[in-house]
């Protein structure tokens, strides 16, 4: 059973997005491209409640297919690492189930299974876990409520790379941020198996006001298609246009 490459999107934000499309719209159509997004709504240690702008994390997580968190700043590392292996499992049970449908019939799945066979599958799953491959785009959210946060993120993105990079799949990781004014999202790390470039990155950027997280998805999507052919962003025009982008 092979799954291919895993493929997503984890979304670091504080607020909710104020500018262009539906966020949760794109992550749908992510998710039908292959490509699982997962979001993190962070919050300050001190805030001792949520802001209204966060429960649209739950819902592009869940449009993405991926996995949504809410957390302080001082859990950030953790939760970036849980959500991203998370978001895994959860994408390679869906594999799964849908072979077992294929093999046994529409209406089984895992839980299904007798307990000892789903033992098995389980333990399936779980070295799929470690031996797939893996490419996680990290979007960044930089505008000015985010600014005091981002040496957080910094060290969390570091985290994250170390433990990812014990697992025996390969591993590839790139870092964009947003809002930028000419390009809506700007690369701050190109495709790399490391993010150990990760400790120089947030010291030069310049914060902004507004929040357009929906056509920063979509971007984030593009540099995915970039990634797999270069050639299909040179002509300016849209790669999923006949799919309904």
Known sequence: ???????????????????????AAVA??????????NVIGVLDDRQNSRPKGLDEVEAIAEAGGGIS?????????QTVQMVTRQAMTQTIQGIVNKELQEILG??????????EQRGE????????????????????????SMHHKLPTVKDALFDLSLSLNARSGSNQFS????????????????????????NRLFSKLNSGGYT????????????????????????GEDPYEETGW
């Open 121 to 144: 599958v389980v333990e399936v799953v779980d070295e799929l876990g470690e031996s797939s491959a893996l490419e996680v785009l990290v979007l960044v959210d930089v505008s000015a």
């Open 175 to 198: 870092v964009y941020s947003f809002p930028d004014p000419k390009h809506t999202i700007t690369q701050m790390v190109d495709w790399t198996p490391e993010l150990g470039a990760v």
């Open 69 to 77: 968190q809410i957390v302080y700043q001082k859990s950030l590392s």
């Open 28 to 37: 749908a159509l992510a998710r039908n491209q292959g490509v699982t997004v």
């Open 212 to 235: 357009p997280t929906g056509p920063a998805l979509r971007q984030a999507l593009y540099a995915f298609a970039a990634k797999s052919d270069p050639s299909c962003l040179e002509d």
């Open 106 to 115: 529409k209406n089984q799945s895992l839980e299904e299974l007798p307990p």
């Open 1 to 23: 059973m092979k799954t291919g490459r895993l493929k997503q999107i984890l979304l670091l934000t504080d607020g909710c997005s104020n500018h262009g499309e539906d966020p």
